[in-house]
């Protein structure tokens, strides 16, 4: 009873130590607001979430669940109801020796891989509920080259017998 004569009830809930976590809460402690950890490439399916995705990610993705051929795609902007891409082409068919360029477009709406300056980045975006159908590969990586690393093509590979990756004709001059 307090000095004024009111008595008050108090409880503690949900208290944590100071410090480290217990080991087995450990899996229980992450931050709502910090980026996914960067993970091995998948072909996994994709939830119709954005939370597994940040900015810089390379995706395989196709424009609508039933196409049969996919893009390469970075993920330029991460929002809650989608994502924000730019694409990459080749003009190779071969996978395994292709190199993934950026593409631009042209004002006359065709694709280049010369970036002009009458030219910009061709970008798109998909909804995060046409994620599960639409991405078919999820946290590839590309060489400096512009090559898929071995882990990625091995990944992307697997895909080989049902989709192709979409190719680029190369500009005529």
């Known amino acids: 009873m307090c000095k004024d ?3 008050y009830d108090r409880a503690i809930m949900n208290v944590s130590s100071w410090g480290t976590t217990a080991p087995e809460y450990a ?3 992450s931050n709502a607001n910090s980026p996914p950890q960067s993970a091995a490439p998948t072909v996994a399916p994709a939830p119709a979430s954005t939370n597994v995705y940040k900015n810089g990610d390379v995706i395989a993705i196709k424009d609508d ?3 049969d051929t996919y893009w390469l795609a970075d993920v330029t902007r ?3 109801n989608g994502l924000e891409l730019a694409y990459y082409g080749t003009p190779t068919n071969n996978l395994k020796t292709a190199r993934f360029r950026p593409i631009y477009v042209t004002k006359a709406n065709e ?3 010369t ?3 009458s030219t910009s980045r061709w970008r798109g975006h998909m909804s995060a509920h046409g994620l599960p ?10 060489t400096q080259r512009g090559e898929l690393t071995t882990q990625s093509f091995q990944v992307v590979n697997t895909l080989v017998n049902t989709l192709s990756h979409a190719t680029v004709d190369k500009p005529k001059k």
């Open 133 to 142: 159908g639409c991405v078919v590969a999820r946290n590839l990586k590309l």
């Open 65 to 67: 669940a039933t196409e």
């Open 5 to 7: 004569g009111r008595l």
């Open 78 to 80: 991460v929002k809650g």
């Open 115 to 117: 970036n002009k300056q």
């Open 27 to 29: 899996h229980l402690q």
């Open 111 to 113: 694709l280049t891989f």
